[in-house]
């Protein structure tokens, strides 16, 4: 049998629609179009698929005499202008789903011709974890991520693929729009996603007031060259579909840069920056924390991202502690101090598949010329492959709320995983992950330079921690300083000074309570992965210690 041509010819007689045909000295001939046909070519049609090849895409061309400009409504709640009649549109639903498509064609005057086609089409394309996380189920509020660096960010939508993926030109600072009643507006906005049967639904709350790109001032009759908050209507509940990104990212070909789904809002809605797009591509989502991109409208030069969380940030009143309260500057030769450090002992994978065994000798631990050195070993102990050092200040110091600091270098290796960490004194009566923990570096030796920030509480943790990133030089040629600010109201991460991951505390986190610190080196596992076949030996050592209240 013959393939069938790869479109499907949908043509349709019109009964003429109007209500006037009389001169009209200003319009002209205010007769309805005429001869209005809507041609509809699902792609990938063929004898084995009918309803096109999975993509969902459809192109559609509208012609009609007399008309001036087209619009289409698609049964799927969404809607599009297309003044030369021509549009490509991707339905999304997944499986095989009919839609009724009704087209208006307008002529001068605004008088008009419509018609209604219906088309079964195909797509194979679904993000199920995406709606999950997007609406719990039912329905979740995102905020912006103020207390972020980067929440706000911009950079160029090109074939670079070292600098497309991220915020390369400019990246707000925490809170940097709360300064401004000419920007401030934009941490007002609430998010708020939901499923409303079966269909992925998007409300914006804006309070009112939105922040403007300044090259879309004019939507508001505003002419100032300056980005600026002003009173919008955001009102009405807009159908999100889901599609498979095809942006410069996805063409990196490089792994974890983006997710690739895009994320399309119906009516003209938007994300909290008014930019001129409804198009989002989802770069990572958790289910509290989300980084989208967008293409600039009118611009495509550039990228716009934006960074949201569940857990509406507050402005922390506490800046720093500067008490000075408990230190280690292993100033003095030998095993650490017994007064401040105890250890973990033993294998068994610590939860996590490590593949060492933490030891308290001073092969794996010990302080020289001014340095603690944790030092993880290609050695046979026990029935373990490695060996390493876990100390811990447990039954010694623990506290509540505080700054710590760690001067440390980090070892060097493929499965080597070095970690500063806090841990919820009751662990033992409150199991993990209901105490708490705190994680201010942790590394993959199999990305060097790559420091992550994370937090472990019910809900989230293991694998769905909420965490950061940030990228550093010389994290195992040079000392680094690793820090965490932990207050009643926000619990910030540092390297260097510089903040890369905040998350707001609240009464029904656990972070409210005594935690103790943790030095190790582990290996392998969920988190360190492959261990270099050829590694031998590495240390992390570590300057000082210091906690601030």
């Not at 004898?47 to 049964?75: E, Q």
């Not at 280690?328 to 068994?348: I, R, V």
């Not at 000798?361 to 030092?375: H, P, Q």
Request: net charge negative; charged share 15%.
């Amino acid at each position: 049998m013959k393939t069938i041509v790869n479109n499907i010819l949908v043509t349709l007689s019109l009964l003429l629609v109007f209500s006037c045909q009389e001169e009209d000295n200003v319009f002209g001939d205010l007769s309805a179009p005429t001869n209005l046909t809507v041609q509809a070519n699902i792609e990938g049609v063929s004898t084995a698929n009918p309803n096109g090849d999975g993509s969902g895409v459809v192109n559609f061309v509208a012609t009609a005499t007399n008309a001036i400009s087209y619009k289409y409504v698609f049964s799927d709640g969404t809607t599009a202008n297309a003044p030369s009649g021509q549009l490509q549109k991707r339905f999304t639903q997944p499986g095989t789903n009919e839609y009724t498509i009704t087209v208006t064609a307008s002529g001068k005057g605004g008088v008009s011709t419509t018609t209604t086609l219906t088309l079964q089409v195909r797509s194979d394309f679904t993000d199920a974890e995406a709606v999950q996380f997007l609406t719990g189920g039912s329905q979740k509020s995102w905020y912006w991520s103020a207390s972020e660096p980067g929440h706000l960010g911009v950079g160029p939508n090109s074939t670079d693929a070292t600098q497309n993926y991220y915020p390369h030109w400019y990246q707000a600072a925490p809170w940097e729009k709360a300064g401004s009643p000419a920007s401030s507006c934009l941490y007002e906005n609430v998010l708020h996603f939901s499923l409303v049967g079966g269909q992925l639904k998007f409300l914006l709350d804006n309070g009112g007031s939105t922040f403007f790109n300044k090259d879309f001032n004019s939507v508001v009759g505003a002419t100032s060259p300056d980005d600026g908050c002003y009173s919008y209507d955001t009102s009405g509940l807009k159908t999100v579909t889901l599609s498979p990104s095809e942006s410069l990212v996805v063409g990196n070909n490089i792994p974890n840069q983006t997710r690739g789904t895009m994320l399309n809002i119906s009516d003209g809605g938007f994300m909290g920056y008014y930019i001129g797009q409804s198009s989002y591509e989802i770069m990572s989502i958790t289910n509290n924390r989300m980084v989208v991109r967008a293409v600039m409208g009118g611009n495509p030069a550039l990228a716009w991202y934006h960074t949201f969380t569940t857990i509406q940030p507050v402005q922390d009143p506490i800046t720093d502690y500067t008490n000075l309260v408990w230190s280690d500057e292993f100033n003095t030769d030998g095993a650490p101090d017994t007064s401040k450090w105890g250890y973990d002992l033993g294998a068994g994978g610590w939860g996590n598949g490590e593949s060492q065994y933490y030891t308290n000798s001073a092969n794996n631990v010990i302080v020289e010329g001014g340095n603690l050195k944790i030092t993880a070993k290609a050695q046979n102990l026990s029935g373990s492959n490695y060996t390493s050092a876990r100390l811990k200040s447990e039954n010694k110091f623990e506290f509540k709320y505080g700054k710590v600091e760690v001067r440390a270098k980090l070892p060097v290796g493929g499965g080597t995983w070095p970690a500063i960490w806090m841990l919820g004194e009751n662990y033992a009566t409150n199991t993990w992950p209901a105490c708490g923990e705190i994680d201010i570096m942790e590394h993959k030796g199999n990305e060097p330079n790559k420091i992550h920030g994370s937090l472990h509480y019910p809900g989230n943790f293991g694998g769905n921690a909420n965490t950061n990133t940030t990228m550093i030089t010389g994290a195992s040629t040079q000392f680094h300083v690793y820090k965490a600010v932990w207050s009643p109201n926000s619990i910030k991460i540092y390297v260097d000074n510089v903040l890369f991951h905040t998350v707001a505390n609240s009464g029904s986190l656990p972070f409210n309570a005594n935690f103790f610190l943790i030095l190790n080196v582990a290996m392998g596992g969920n988190f360190g992965g492959t261990i270099d076949p050829a590694f031998s030996q590495s240390a992390m050592e570590v300057d000082y210690v210091r906690v601030y209240q």
